[in-house]
Protein backbone atom coordinates (compact mmCIF):
# COMPACT_ATOMS: atom_id res chain seq x y z
CA UNK A 1 0.00 0.00 0.00
CA UNK A 2 2.11 3.33 -0.97
CA UNK A 3 1.97 6.16 1.58
CA UNK A 4 1.63 9.44 0.38
CA UNK A 5 3.80 12.22 1.82
CA UNK A 6 2.62 15.74 2.53
CA UNK A 7 4.17 19.20 4.21
CA UNK A 8 1.41 20.24 6.57
CA UNK A 9 1.85 23.80 5.94
CA UNK A 10 2.97 26.71 3.22
CA UNK A 11 2.63 30.33 2.36
CA UNK A 12 3.39 32.48 -0.29
CA UNK A 13 2.14 36.08 -1.02
CA UNK A 14 -0.22 36.95 -3.02
CA UNK A 15 0.61 37.22 -6.58
CA UNK A 16 3.71 34.85 -6.56
CA UNK A 17 3.81 31.23 -7.09
CA UNK A 18 4.28 28.09 -4.60
CA UNK A 19 4.77 24.34 -5.16
CA UNK A 20 3.71 21.63 -3.28
CA UNK A 21 5.24 18.68 -2.70
CA UNK A 22 3.56 15.12 -2.05
CA UNK A 23 6.22 12.20 -1.95
CA UNK A 24 4.74 8.82 -3.31
CA UNK A 25 6.46 5.91 -0.94
CA UNK A 26 9.71 3.49 -1.66
CA UNK A 27 8.52 1.40 -4.49
CA UNK A 28 6.22 3.27 -5.41
CA UNK A 29 7.64 5.96 -7.22
CA UNK A 30 6.03 5.59 -10.78
CA UNK A 31 2.17 6.10 -9.17
CA UNK A 32 -0.43 8.41 -10.70
CA UNK A 33 -1.20 11.44 -8.63
CA UNK A 34 -4.11 13.39 -7.91
CA UNK A 35 -4.55 16.65 -6.54
CA UNK A 36 -7.82 17.94 -4.53
CA UNK A 37 -8.30 21.66 -3.44
CA UNK A 38 -10.60 22.10 0.09
CA UNK A 39 -11.15 25.73 0.41
CA UNK A 40 -12.62 26.44 3.89
CA UNK A 41 -15.51 24.99 4.96
CA UNK A 42 -16.44 23.44 1.43
CA UNK A 43 -16.34 19.96 -0.22
CA UNK A 44 -13.28 19.10 -2.25
CA UNK A 45 -12.42 19.77 -5.89
CA UNK A 46 -10.63 17.81 -8.01
CA UNK A 47 -8.05 19.88 -9.68
CA UNK A 48 -5.54 17.41 -11.86
CA UNK A 49 -3.37 13.89 -11.60
CA UNK A 50 0.02 13.81 -12.30
CA UNK A 51 1.76 11.00 -14.42
CA UNK A 52 5.11 9.55 -13.12
CA UNK A 53 6.39 10.88 -16.59
CA UNK A 54 5.72 14.46 -15.63
CA UNK A 55 2.76 15.20 -17.75
CA UNK A 56 -0.47 16.54 -16.26
CA UNK A 57 -4.23 16.53 -16.93
CA UNK A 58 -6.50 18.95 -15.61
CA UNK A 59 -9.91 18.81 -14.19
CA UNK A 60 -12.85 21.18 -15.75
CA UNK A 61 -12.50 24.55 -15.43
CA UNK A 62 -9.16 24.68 -13.40
CA UNK A 63 -7.15 28.10 -14.29
CA UNK A 64 -3.97 27.74 -16.18
CA UNK A 65 -2.51 29.04 -12.91
CA UNK A 66 -2.13 25.77 -12.02
CA UNK A 67 0.13 23.27 -13.19
CA UNK A 68 1.52 19.81 -12.24
CA UNK A 69 5.15 18.58 -12.87
CA UNK A 70 7.49 15.23 -11.68
CA UNK A 71 10.81 14.60 -9.85
CA UNK A 72 11.43 10.85 -9.10
CA UNK A 73 8.83 10.23 -6.63
CA UNK A 74 7.55 13.36 -5.73
CA UNK A 75 4.12 14.89 -7.83
CA UNK A 76 4.66 18.44 -7.34
CA UNK A 77 1.74 21.03 -7.41
CA UNK A 78 2.76 24.71 -8.74
CA UNK A 79 0.21 27.81 -8.69
CA UNK A 80 1.19 30.53 -10.35
CA UNK A 81 -0.08 34.44 -9.80
CA UNK A 82 -1.57 33.23 -5.89
CA UNK A 83 -5.15 34.65 -5.74
CA UNK A 84 -6.58 34.74 -2.52
CA UNK A 85 -9.13 32.03 -3.21
CA UNK A 86 -5.94 29.66 -3.50
CA UNK A 87 -6.02 29.86 0.05
CA UNK A 88 -7.38 26.05 1.00
CA UNK A 89 -6.07 22.87 1.79
CA UNK A 90 -4.28 20.65 -0.83
CA UNK A 91 -4.53 16.77 -0.81
CA UNK A 92 -3.00 14.51 -3.02
CA UNK A 93 -4.48 11.00 -3.88
CA UNK A 94 -2.90 7.29 -5.13
CA UNK A 95 -4.11 3.87 -5.45
CA UNK A 96 -3.16 0.59 -5.91
CA UNK A 97 -4.89 -2.85 -5.47
CA UNK A 98 -8.16 -1.06 -5.77
CA UNK A 99 -7.36 0.80 -2.79
CA UNK A 100 -7.22 4.30 -2.77
CA UNK A 101 -5.21 6.68 0.11
CA UNK A 102 -4.81 10.03 0.31
CA UNK A 103 -1.81 12.22 1.60
CA UNK A 104 -2.29 14.25 5.11
CA UNK A 105 -2.68 17.49 3.58
CA UNK A 106 -1.26 20.82 3.11
CA UNK A 107 -2.38 23.71 4.06
CA UNK A 108 -1.73 27.02 2.11
CA UNK A 109 -1.56 30.34 3.49
CA UNK A 110 -1.48 33.77 0.95
CA UNK A 111 0.35 36.18 2.75
CA UNK B 1 -23.99 18.40 -14.72
CA UNK B 2 -22.92 15.34 -12.03
CA UNK B 3 -24.76 15.78 -8.65
CA UNK B 4 -24.65 14.07 -5.34
CA UNK B 5 -25.72 14.75 -1.79
CA UNK B 6 -25.22 12.78 1.04
CA UNK B 7 -28.01 12.04 3.73
CA UNK B 8 -28.48 10.74 6.88
CA UNK B 9 -28.13 11.27 11.14
CA UNK B 10 -26.29 14.12 12.10
CA UNK B 11 -25.76 12.48 15.93
CA UNK B 12 -25.47 8.69 16.82
CA UNK B 13 -24.28 7.45 19.87
CA UNK B 14 -22.03 5.06 20.92
CA UNK B 15 -21.87 1.55 19.57
CA UNK B 16 -24.69 2.50 17.27
CA UNK B 17 -24.27 1.50 13.71
CA UNK B 18 -24.45 4.59 11.11
CA UNK B 19 -26.01 4.59 8.08
CA UNK B 20 -25.88 7.59 5.17
CA UNK B 21 -27.15 7.73 2.00
CA UNK B 22 -26.01 9.10 -1.39
CA UNK B 23 -27.97 10.18 -3.80
CA UNK B 24 -26.51 11.05 -6.97
CA UNK B 25 -27.36 12.47 -10.82
CA UNK B 26 -26.35 13.35 -13.87
CA UNK B 27 -24.25 9.84 -14.34
CA UNK B 28 -25.42 6.32 -15.04
CA UNK B 29 -24.13 3.46 -12.44
CA UNK B 30 -24.53 1.44 -15.72
CA UNK B 31 -20.81 1.99 -17.01
CA UNK B 32 -18.33 -0.04 -15.78
CA UNK B 33 -16.16 2.89 -15.74
CA UNK B 34 -17.95 4.22 -12.46
CA UNK B 35 -17.78 3.76 -9.60
CA UNK B 36 -18.88 5.88 -5.83
CA UNK B 37 -16.54 6.59 -3.17
CA UNK B 38 -17.05 7.27 0.63
CA UNK B 39 -14.28 9.28 2.27
CA UNK B 40 -14.68 11.06 5.57
CA UNK B 41 -12.86 14.02 7.70
CA UNK B 42 -12.66 14.29 11.03
CA UNK B 43 -12.87 18.31 12.34
CA UNK B 44 -9.65 19.77 11.24
CA UNK B 45 -7.86 16.37 10.01
CA UNK B 46 -7.32 14.79 6.70
CA UNK B 47 -9.27 13.19 4.29
CA UNK B 48 -9.49 9.07 5.25
CA UNK B 49 -10.73 6.91 2.04
CA UNK B 50 -13.76 4.66 3.27
CA UNK B 51 -14.33 2.32 0.38
CA UNK B 52 -15.98 2.34 -2.92
CA UNK B 53 -18.92 0.09 -5.10
CA UNK B 54 -18.64 -0.22 -8.86
CA UNK B 55 -21.41 -0.69 -11.05
CA UNK B 56 -21.82 -4.52 -10.66
CA UNK B 57 -22.29 -3.92 -6.71
CA UNK B 58 -18.54 -5.40 -6.29
CA UNK B 59 -17.18 -3.54 -3.50
CA UNK B 60 -13.99 -2.11 -2.06
CA UNK B 61 -12.69 -1.22 1.09
CA UNK B 62 -10.07 0.52 2.93
CA UNK B 63 -8.17 -2.37 5.17
CA UNK B 64 -8.80 -0.58 8.57
CA UNK B 65 -12.28 -0.22 8.15
CA UNK B 66 -12.66 -3.59 6.31
CA UNK B 67 -14.37 -4.87 9.09
CA UNK B 68 -16.78 -1.92 10.33
CA UNK B 69 -17.77 -0.82 6.45
CA UNK B 70 -20.47 -2.04 4.16
CA UNK B 71 -20.74 0.12 0.36
CA UNK B 72 -23.82 -0.93 -1.40
CA UNK B 73 -25.65 0.38 -4.61
CA UNK B 74 -29.61 1.04 -5.48
CA UNK B 75 -29.81 2.03 -9.33
CA UNK B 76 -33.12 1.67 -9.42
CA UNK B 77 -33.10 4.97 -7.02
CA UNK B 78 -29.57 6.73 -7.93
CA UNK B 79 -28.18 5.83 -4.79
CA UNK B 80 -25.61 4.45 -2.89
CA UNK B 81 -25.49 3.44 0.83
CA UNK B 82 -23.08 3.23 3.38
CA UNK B 83 -23.16 1.38 6.56
CA UNK B 84 -21.06 1.65 9.49
CA UNK B 85 -21.09 -0.59 12.83
CA UNK B 86 -19.88 0.12 16.67
CA UNK B 87 -19.55 3.89 15.85
CA UNK B 88 -17.06 5.38 18.43
CA UNK B 89 -16.06 9.03 19.06
CA UNK B 90 -13.27 9.05 16.85
CA UNK B 91 -15.72 9.00 13.92
CA UNK B 92 -17.30 11.92 14.11
CA UNK B 93 -16.57 13.94 11.57
CA UNK B 94 -17.75 14.89 7.89
CA UNK B 95 -18.66 12.20 5.27
CA UNK B 96 -18.40 13.04 1.64
CA UNK B 97 -19.36 10.48 -1.30
CA UNK B 98 -17.84 11.37 -4.47
CA UNK B 99 -18.43 10.06 -8.18
CA UNK B 100 -14.89 8.47 -9.46
CA UNK B 101 -14.56 7.96 -13.19
CA UNK B 102 -11.85 5.07 -14.15
CA UNK B 103 -9.44 5.70 -11.23
CA UNK B 104 -9.99 9.38 -10.56
CA UNK B 105 -12.75 11.38 -8.21
CA UNK B 106 -14.30 13.81 -10.82
CA UNK B 107 -17.42 15.23 -8.45
CA UNK B 108 -17.57 15.10 -4.59
CA UNK B 109 -20.78 15.39 -2.35
CA UNK B 110 -21.20 18.46 -0.20
CA UNK B 111 -20.12 16.20 2.77
CA UNK B 112 -22.63 15.78 6.28
CA UNK B 113 -21.61 15.85 9.61
CA UNK B 114 -22.05 13.17 11.72
CA UNK B 115 -21.28 13.57 15.62
CA UNK B 116 -20.28 10.47 17.55
CA UNK B 117 -21.76 11.23 21.81
CA UNK B 118 -23.83 9.89 24.06
Redesign the interface.
Known amino acids: ?PVLTQSSSASASLGSSVELTCTLSSGHSSY?V?W?Q?QPGK????LM?VEGSGNYKK?SGVPDRFSGSTSGADRRLTISNLQLEDEADY?C?T?DS????????TKLTIL | QITLKESGPTLVKPTQTLTLTCSFSGFSFSSTRVSVDWIRQPPGKALEWLGLVYWDDDARYSPSLKSRVTITRDTSNNQVVLTMTNMGPLDTGTYFCAHRLDYLITDWGQGTLVTVSS
Open positions: QIAHQAPRYIGYEWNTWVFGGG
